[in-house]
Structures are given as structure tokens and as C-alpha cells.
């Protein structure tokens, strides 16, 4: 954990590991200031100038449907924080696959969570509701790419036709729907 230097919210470079024992020895600063768990994304250590500690866990929002999640943990515990946390990263992730997966708007795809590097498989798609072989590919880094998937002769092809951000998602559907007519014309 990144601590102050002379709490008076300007960080240093020092690193405490996060422990129970360590969060309670620390210091009251003369101003408030949060420090971010190097382990887990989304949990803070919340320090006030009265000297109240508090373990704070939040997930993004602007993800169509959800909120903004707090849990503070005023008796805390790190690893009941850390575990609490994990587990709403987790269901976070699966809410808005699966929002995903009804309705593909520049929010939705915006605020999908990365691949989780931990699995085997370097990314997972997320099909278009709307035109059939259309995917977007979400890797371990989080970037995100539109592919279109399509069989052609009896062979699968999946073609990358560009990232999320750089193309739009209307133009990844034109360009599929060109691909599919052209397919049709010529692998028939």
C-alpha cells in the first residue's frame, strides 16, 4: 500500500503492505486522502483528519443498469475486504456480459470488464444481437476488437475488421454486411 510521507495527502513512493495491524498503526494526517489496494482494483483505504480508517470497495459505474457500488468496512478486516471486493468484480463482470449480449450500444461495450488473465483462453467474444458472424473480442489487457465470423467453401474464417473506439459499432455492422453479401455471391 502507497502511504503518505507527511499525511498531509501529498504521496510518496513508500510501500506498506496492506495488513490489518499496519492500516490500524497508521498515523492521523492533517487533511483526508485515500490510497488504493495494489491487489485488488476498486478497494481504497479511506483516511480522514479526525483519524477514522475505512476500507472502501467500488466498482465502476456508467454501465447501463447498474450503479455505483460502495461497501465500507469501518471494523475492517483485508481479507473479508479483499474477498467481498472479488466477488462483486466477478458479478459485476458477468451483469454486463450479459447486458452485452441484448444490446450492443457504445456504453455497453465501453465498460466491459477485461478477459480475466487468470483463465486459460486469451479473450472472450460477446456475439451482435443484431447481424449474424459479428463479434467483439475482449482480450486480457482489455482492449476490444470487432471480428466477423464466416464460413466460406466449408471453412471457418474470422477476419478482425478493427478496434472498438477506432471504428464504430455501425460501421463494424456495414462492413460485416458488405462481407456477408459478398460471401454470399461468391462462396455459394
Known sequence: MTTT?????????????????????????SSSYEV??????????LVDSDGCKSLQFTFPGGTPGFLEQH????????????????????AHAMRAKKHAASEWTVSTLKFLPAHDKSLPSRYYEIKDPE????????????????YFR??????????????????SIEEARSTAKGIR????????
Open 5 to 29: 510521507s507527511n499525511f498531509n495527502g501529498a504521496v510518496s513512493d513508500e510501500l506498506l503492505i496492506w495488513t490489518n495491524a499496519a492500516i490500524a498503526a497508521l498515523p492521523t494526517p
Open 36 to 45: 488504493l489496494d495494489p491487489l485488488t482494483p476498486g478497494l481504497a483505504l
Open 71 to 90: 461497501a465500507t468496512f469501518k471494523v475492517f478486516d483485508v481479507e473479508a475486504a479483499r474477498a467481498y471486493a472479488n466477488e462483486n468484480i466477478a
Open 131 to 146: 447481424v449474424r458472424g459479428l463479434r467483439l473480442r475482449v482480450n486480457t489487457a482489455g482492449r476490444k476488437f470487432f
Open 150 to 167: 464466416y464460413t466460406c467453401f466449408g471453412k471457418k474464417w474470422a477476419d478482425e475488421l478493427g478496434e472498438f473506439g477506432h471504428i
Open 181 to 188: 453479401a459478398f460471401i454470399k455471391e461468391e462462396c455459394s
